[in-house]
């Protein structure tokens, strides 16, 4: 079993950043791929990026590419997304997520955390 909590989500305007973090349970924490996925008011959830386990690999959606950094501390047992030139369109509940491998669909997560908001104003 992997617990997972994110946090960082706040209220930010265009352009700005945010840090979510997303801490996790257990020691096996390097075996797991990790993703963050996001959830806007009346959509599907979406796949933000995703990193493997030795945090080598990363994965990214084309609609944060370039403005998303995914990473991992493996001594923390915590992964991050940094969020660069923040859109309104990237408001959404953001959910960190663990898997046995890399994946770009929700489906392939086995443990979620709770999310975290983060809204953009314009």
């Known amino acids: 079993q992997v617990q997972l909590v994110e946090s960082g989500g706040g209220l930010v305007q265009a352009g700005g950043s945010l840090r979510l973090s997303c801490a996790a349970s257990g020691r096996t924490f390097s075996s797991y791929a990790m993703g963050w996925f996001r959830q806007a008011p009346g959509k599907e959830r979406e796949f933000v990026g995703a990193?493997?386990?030795?945090?080598?690999?990363?994965y990214y959606a084309d609609s944060v590419k370039g403005r998303f950094t995914i990473s991992r501390d493996n001594a923390k047992n915590t992964v991050y997304l940094q969020m660069n030139s923040l859109k309104p369109e990237d408001t959404a509940v953001y959910f960190c997520a663990a898997a046995g491998r890399v994946g770009v669909l929700s489906a392939e997560y086995d443990y979620w955390g709770q999310g975290t908001q983060v809204t953009v104003s314009s």
């Open positions: 990193i493997n386990g030795n945090g080598i690999n990363k």
